[in-house]
């Protein structure tokens, strides 16, 4: 079973610069997830789909993050304009939607390292 | 708002020798989670511990849960050099899938 996909996995931008990362779940994957984690921190949730629609987006900073899941499988991660503070590993995870009743848990990708110079 | 601590934050760890760390969480959850992460990597699932007294246990690694003390445990026994990574707990914050993670505890076994 192939696990979650993302790309790229390194982008080194100036600030006030635009950058998008992108994610691709587990096949059958109702539920993905985009976290933030900067260096000597846990990640933290930024946004939580349901199929295409969001559940959480509270931790967001809606100023400049944008996230979208059109079809219910890939998502995009956008941050514009990005500041020295958004350097960090975005990593994407997804899980089934019956992950509160079930024993599974979140499946974590690659991550996108960025770098805001 | 939900806080998850680890302690410690660093670990030194002699090979052959036990040790155990302890995540402590704010609110009422019975749904807890163990990671790993490498250098480098990204996070790899250990353990899901979903109920007050779940006890799970893989190689040298054992978890366990308390949620009337909002504590969970990590247990290393006889560590060794692979055991070296980053080791974080999640709690499930809403029993949807909100995790929120501990700090992470650094390991790092040496002979």
């Known amino acids: 079973e192939a696990g979650v996909a993302q790309s790229p996995r390194y982008k080194i931008i100036e600030k006030r610069q635009s950058v998008a990362f992108w994610c691709n779940p587990i096949?059958?994957?109702?539920?993905l997830y985009w976290y933030q984690q900067i260096l000597g921190q846990g990640p933290k949730l930024l946004i939580q789909?349901?199929?295409?629609?969001?559940?959480?987006d509270s931790q967001l900073p809606k100023d400049r993050f944008s996230a979208e899941r059109l079809k219910g499988v890939d998502s995009t991660l956008k941050i514009q304009p990005a500041k020295l503070e958004d350097s960090a590993v975005y990593l994407c995870?997804?899980?089934?939607?019956?992950?509160?009743?079930?024993?599974?848990?979140?499946?974590f990708g690659p991550g996108t390292r960025l770098t805001v110079l | 708002e939900l806080k998850v601590e680890q302690n410690p934050l660093f670990l030194s760890m002699q090979e052959g020798k036990n040790y155990t760390i302890y995540c402590n969480y704010s609110?009422?959850?019975?749904?807890l989670y163990w990671y790993r992460q490498d250098p480098g990597k990204s996070l790899e699932s250990l353990f899901v511990?979903?109920?007050?007294?779940a006890v799970k246990q893989e190689g040298r690694l054992m978890a366990s849960l308390d949620t009337k003390a909002r504590l969970s445990t990590l247990h290393i026994t006889a560590a060794v050099h692979d055991l070296s990574a980053t080791y974080f707990c999640?709690?499930?914050?809403?029993?949807?899938?909100?995790?929120?993670f501990g700090a992470g505890t650094q390991v790092v076994v040496t002979p």
């Open positions: 609110t009422t959850s019975d749904r």
């Open positions: 995870a997804s899980s089934p939607p019956e992950i509160a009743v079930s024993t599974d848990t979140q499946y």
């Open positions: 096949s059958g994957h109702a539920t």
């Open positions: 789909f349901q199929n295409n629609g969001v559940v959480d």
């Open positions: 511990l979903l109920s007050n007294g």
């Open positions: 999640a709690v499930d914050a809403d029993s949807w899938g909100k995790f929120q």
